[in-house]
């Protein structure tokens, strides 16, 4: 399975779903794939209905991010200064129905709703151990962006 590329360093990459008698095997990464960028920590993260969390951008750190529970819309705003995408917004919904890893860079804005009419969890598989002092963030209102538009 190939990734495409969304936003300049973005990545959308198409996960398998293998089902099993008792419960479905969802992967989420492999280190021989070109998208794994090294490992510093995995967590899981809960989210409530309609529930926004951002803007935060990590200075070191690459998210993979997959919802293997409910729904997230998540939304990657690009302010770099050298991107060619620069001022572009990429949105898109993840959930086991459409079940990708979405790859975050460095650099790169990212904010999530949780649009599942109950909780929804997101795994991420970061490429170097959580450090605040290598996070910036700023409130919702300071990106602007229609969050009603893709509801």
């Not at 008698?21 to 021989?32: N, S, T």
Request: hydrophobic share 40%; proline share 5%; with cysteine.
């Amino acid at each position: 399975m190939g990734s495409i590329l969304v936003v300049n360093g973005v990545l959308l990459t198409p996960l398998r779903i293998i089902s099993t008698p008792g419960g479905d095997v969802l992967h989420a990464m492999r280190r021989d794939e070109a998208e794994h960028f090294g490992f510093g920590e995995a967590y899981f993260s809960k989210l409530q209905p309609g529930f926004i969390k951002g803007w935060k951008r990590h200075r070191k750190m690459q998210l993979n991010l997959i919802v293997p529970v409910g729904t997230i819309k998540f939304v990657i705003y690009d302010d770099r200064a050298e991107s060619s995408t620069r001022g572009k917004y990429f949105s898109v919904t993840l959930s086991e129905g459409n079940y990708q890893r979405l790859t975050v860079p460095p650099m790169v804005w990212l904010a999530f709703q949780g649009v599942h009419t109950t909780e929804s969890m997101l795994l991420n598989i970061a490429s170097i151990p959580h450090d605040p002092k290598e996070v910036d963030k700023c409130g919702i209102d300071q990106i602007k962006f229609d969050w009603e538009v893709l509801r």
